[in-house]
């Protein structure tokens, strides 16, 4: 069984950029959420895509949005990037909505903005 | 809403002695409750979750945690420590009534002495 993996795991990029991060959902799982973790803090939670549709969203600007690939896969896209953005970045994927199921998170991508 | 408060943001154990992390947790419904552990620079792992069948839930690598509605806790212990449980644990609750969004607490590092 492959679990979650995200790609890159660093990232360097400067204020006002742009950034796209990718996450591969573990086999057999549909829905996929995106997280953010500051230094020092617990993850806050960005959305979650369900069937290549997003049924919820945190407390984020419209700046952060996301896609979902009928594959399951996902990105997240950061537009007019903050410094206040750099943070680890973490995906989960988990097998329906339902809110028994259990989140698998990917190693996260560490997002640097200069 | 829901919020998740984790009592302590340092836990320093001797090797071979008990642990004990703290959480309280607040939810408009009946929550489902988990506890996740990163290590440095890795995703979260999940250790084990409540969703309101037994109240004392049995986790991976020796760790359980009581449900215990009337305190509104679920704290973790574990009898023994290992030089390996050393990383940062976080509770988390996740709302019923469909929702599917984590809110996690701020963390607790546990420190495990030799």
């Known amino acids: 069984e492959t679990g979650v993996t995200q790609s890159p795991t660093h990232l360097i990029k400067t204020r006002g950029q742009q950034v796209t991060l990718r996450c591969s959902s573990q086999s057999g799982h549909n829905t996929v959420s995106w997280y953010q973790q500051a230094l020092g803090q617990g993850p806050q939670f960005i959305f979650q895509?369900?069937?290549?549709?997003?049924?919820g969203r945190g407390n984020f600007p419209p700046r952060f949005s996301g896609l979902q690939f009928p594959n399951y896969s996902s990105e997240l896209n950061v537009n007019a990037l903050e410094l206040d953005d750099s943070a680890l970045y973490l995906c989960a994927s988990s097998s329906g909505v339902s809110y028994n199921s259990p989140l698998h998170f990917g190693n996260g991508t560490r997002l640097t903005v200069t | 809403a829901q919020s998740v408060t984790q009592l302590d943001s340092h836990v320093s154990v001797s090797e071979g002695t008990p642990v004990l992390l703290r959480c309280n947790y607040s939810?408009?419904?009946?929550?489902?409750l988990f506890w996740y552990v990163q290590h440095p620079n890795k995703g979260l792992q999940l250790l084990l979750k409540?969703?309101?069948?037994?109240?004392l839930v049995k986790g991976i690598n020796g760790f359980e945690a009581e449900f215990k509605k009337s305190e509104t806790s679920f704290h973790l212990t574990k009898p023994s420590a290992h030089m390996s449980d050393a990383a940062e644990y976080f509770c988390v609750v996740r709302p019923g009534a469909g929702s599917y969004q984590l809110t996690f607490g701020k963390g607790t590092k546990l420190s495990v002495i030799p």
């Open positions: 939810s408009s419904y009946s929550p489902s």
């Open positions: 409540y969703t309101s069948a037994a109240t």
């Open positions: 895509y369900y069937r290549e549709e997003e049924n």
